[in-house]
């Protein structure tokens, strides 16, 4: 298998916490009645401030550091904002849109943001839940017909990336599909389709293994048991309730404008390929929708706390509780719980597909946000440039709680 088809395979997925992170669990085990505050992933921070005070001098850091992940890791554009209550916000777009044309970045403009869809379909399936349609450690077989291990399987195991389904996004049959027609549509069953063809590759419940497939079968329930179309649903019931009018999960190919211009490598010959007409239909449930910089920075402390900006909850108290029990993995101060992360403190999580990439985190001890969106997924040095950016950006106004997610071998 070369590189190029082993990155693809990560599409809509977080690359960095892939198969190589092992964490042993209780099959069908629930988690703690009452977490801790950040999950049993959360580090012991070292000495200094939670995060830095706003002033231009902390802005003028902020400029030279993104700027120079751009020139090392080759990023055509960026855009990032940074907010904490009370103090002045940081929202900067540098480099270029459309190198064609020479268009600038701008924090306007629409994004695909890939794995992120993955916090809006668990927190669909978590509103079904807290209204008694599903139950979290419901077998996935009574719901969706033809799973293996479908009768072990839990809902909750899906959403917590533990069932032992293999990747559909790793089939050498779906690689060649995408890459020979990216602008073809795929449906739910037909990715399924693609892992199901494969060995179980664990019994439900013994150790981690990020699966763009959980999410494909996550989907479907929602779908089944609210008698509405996934994206209809997220809609209506996710993003009216919070405000997010710029945020939506396509049909087809369909992108609004203004956006930038998206490049990858991850092609079927490996040449670096324009994407904005590509259809993100392979990601559905998994890592399909398109957002905003203003709108993620609602959904930031929304999905983190389980609270809509208007006080309302989003989802149950308990439910929201047991969403942010984020098992520990071998990489040090970071967790998964149920469709989102804790990395050395914040809550959120990131999204990469072809030409784009997203991250979208929310440090709780400040209520501070940081969301960084660039129109590009080719890695640098095994490392994926959405990650190099906010590593960057958290060592200078977070210390103690540095975005550091290093990447695996061939994105495994």
Do not use: C
């Amino acid at each position: 298998m070369s590189p190029t088809s082993a990155r693809l395979r990560r599409g809509a997925m977080v690359a960095v916490l892939t198969s190589s992170l092992l964490v042993p669990l209780t099959a069908g085990a629930a988690p703690p009645a009452v977490p801790a505050a950040f999950g049993s992933g959360t580090p012991s921070p070292s000495s200094g401030p939670e995060i830095r005070t706003a002033s231009p001098a902390v802005a003028a850091q902020l400029d030279e550091a993104i700027q120079r992940v751009m020139r090392e890791a080759n990023v055509p554009g960026v855009t990032v904002g940074v907010w904490t209550p009370g103090q002045q916000s940081y929202v900067r777009s540098f480099g270029v849109a459309d190198r064609a044309s020479g268009r600038k970045m701008t924090p306007d403009l629409y994004t695909r943001i890939g794995s992120e869809t993955k916090t809006f379909t668990v927190t669909a399936l978590l509103q079904l839940a807290g209204r008694g349609k599903v139950g979290l450690d419901d077998p996935i077989g009574k719901y969706v017909d033809g799973v293996p291990n479908g009768d072990r399987i839990t809902l909750r195991q899906l959403a917590g990336m533990r069932s032992g389904l293999f990747n559909y996004s790793e089939d050498e049959g779906f690689f060649k599909a995408l890459t020979s027609d990216p602008r073809r549509p795929f449906t739910p069953r037909e990715l399924l389709g693609y892992a199901f063809r494969h060995p179980v590759l664990f019994p439900p419940g013994r150790k981690f293994d990020y699966s763009n497939t959980n999410l494909i079968l996550l989907g479907l329930v929602v779908e089944k048991e609210s008698g509405q179309r996934l994206g209809d649903y997220i809609k209506r019931h996710i993003l009216d309730p919070a405000g997010m009018r710029d945020t939506l999960f396509p049909d087809g190919s369909e992108f609004p404008r203004p956006h930038a211009q998206g490049y990858t490598d991850q092609t079927a010959d490996g040449k670096v390929a324009e994407t904005a007409g590509w259809n993100p239909s392979w990601g559905w449930a998994a890592g399909a929708m398109i957002s905003t910089l203003d709108d993620l920075r609602v959904w930031a402390p929304t999905v983190a706390t389980g609270e809509l900006p208007d006080g309302k909850r989003m989802i149950t108290a308990d439910l929201q509780r047991q969403r942010l029990v984020t098992p520990a993995t071998p990489i040090p101060g970071a967790g998964y719980g149920l469709g989102i992360f804790n990395v050395q403190g914040w809550i959120g999580h990131n999204g990469s597909l072809p030409g784009y990439e997203s991250l979208t985190i929310y440090l709780p001890a400040t209520r501070t946000t940081v969301v960084v969106l660039l129109n590009t997924d080719i890695d640098h040095d095994h490392n994926e440039p959405s990650t190099l950016l906010g590593e960057a950006i958290t060592k200078i106004i977070s210390p103690r709680h540095v975005f550091n997610l290093p990447a695996a071998p061939a994105a495994r």
